[in-house]
C-alpha cells in the first residue's frame, strides 16, 4: 500500500535556525497535508496543498507540493519555542482514507 | 464553531475489562475517523464511520469496534483490554470528501 517517509526523525535546532522537513512517497498523491501535535494533544493542520508544485505559507511556516506528486517539504523560519512538538505529513489515498507519516519530532536547544 | 470533543481525556484500566470511548464531531461533520497513536509512532488507522455506516476500516483485531449515531456522534469500544492497548486514541472529523480532517485531543487509555 501506499505509505510516506518523513525525514528527519527529530531534529534538535537552536531558537531562531530555520527547519526543513520533507516527506516523500513512491506513489502520487493529489493532496498533501502538514500537521503539527502538541503533547497530550491531537494534531493540528498547518498547511493543505492540492496542486502540484504550490508553495502556500502560513506565518513562519510554508510548505510546498512537489512538483512529481510524490514530495512535499516544509519549512519554519526563525524557530521559537512553541514551534517544539511533532510534525506530520498526511495525504488521502483513492477510498479518502488518510495515510500519515511516522513524524518529524522538533526539539529546541535552551 | 466548537472543535471535536473526546470523552473521556483519561482513562485506566485493566487487562481483560472493555472501554467505550466518544467522540463529537464539529457541527455539521458526517465523517469521524478513529486512530491509535503510541509512543514515538505515527497515527495507526483504525476505522471511519460517514453517516452511521463504516466506510473505511485498519488492521486491527476485532476487539475494536465503532459506531456512529444518527446525530454523527461516535464512539469506539475495545474489548479484552490487553496491556498494548495502551495508547492516545484520537478521533478526527471531516465533512466527508477529500477535505481535510480536524483532531480531537484524545483519550489516553492506561491498561494495567
Known amino acids: 500500500g501506499q505509505q510516506l517517509n518523513q525525514s528527519p526523525q527529530s531534529m534538535f535546532i537552536q531558537e531562531g535556525e530555520d527547519v526543513s522537513m520533507n516527506c516523500t512517497s513512491s506513489?502520487?498523491?493529489?493532496?498533501w497535508l502538514w500537521y503539527k501535535q502538541d503533547p497530550g494533544e491531537g494534531p493540528v493542520l498547518l498547511i493543505a496543498?492540492?496542486?502540484a508544485g504550490e508553495l502556500t505559507s502560513n506565518g513562519r511556516l510554508t510548505a510546498q507540493f512537489g512538483i512529481t506528486r510524490k514530495d512535499s517539504f516544509l519549512n519554519i523560519s526563525a524557530s521559537i519555542p512553541s514551534d517544539v512538538g511533532i510534525y506530520f505529513c498526511?495525504?488521502?489515498?483513492?477510498?479518502?482514507?488518510?495515510?500519515w507519516g511516522a513524524g518529524t519530532k522538533l526539539i529546541i536547544k535552551p | 464553531k466548537a472543535g471535536v470533543t473526546q470523552t473521556p481525556r483519561y482513562l485506566i484500566k485493566t487487562r481483560g475489562q472493555q472501554v467505550t470511548l466518544s467522540c463529537s464531531p464539529i457541527?455539521?461533520?458526517?465523517?469521524v475517523s478513529w486512530y491509535q497513536q503510541t509512543p514515538g509512532q505515527g497515527l495507526q488507522f483504525l476505522f471511519e464511520?460517514?453517516?452511521?455506516?463504516?466506510?473505511n476500516k485498519g488492521n486491527f483485531p476485532g476487539r475494536f469496534s465503532g459506531r456512529q449515531f444518527s446525530n454523527s456522534r461516535s464512539e469506539m469500544n475495545v474489548s479484552t483490554l490487553e496491556l498494548g492497548d495502551s495508547a492516545l486514541y484520537l478521533c478526527?472529523?471531516?465533512?466527508?470528501?477529500?477535505?481535510?480532517?480536524?483532531f480531537g485531543p484524545g483519550t489516553r487509555l492506561l491498561v494495567l
Open positions: 457541527s455539521g461533520h458526517r465523517s
Open positions: 478526527a472529523s471531516s465533512s466527508g470528501g477529500r477535505e481535510t480532517q480536524y
Open positions: 498526511a495525504g488521502p489515498d483513492s477510498n479518502y482514507q488518510l495515510i
Open positions: 506513489s502520487i498523491f493529489n493532496t
Open positions: 464511520y460517514f453517516s452511521e455506516t463504516q466506510r
Open positions: 496543498l492540492y496542486k
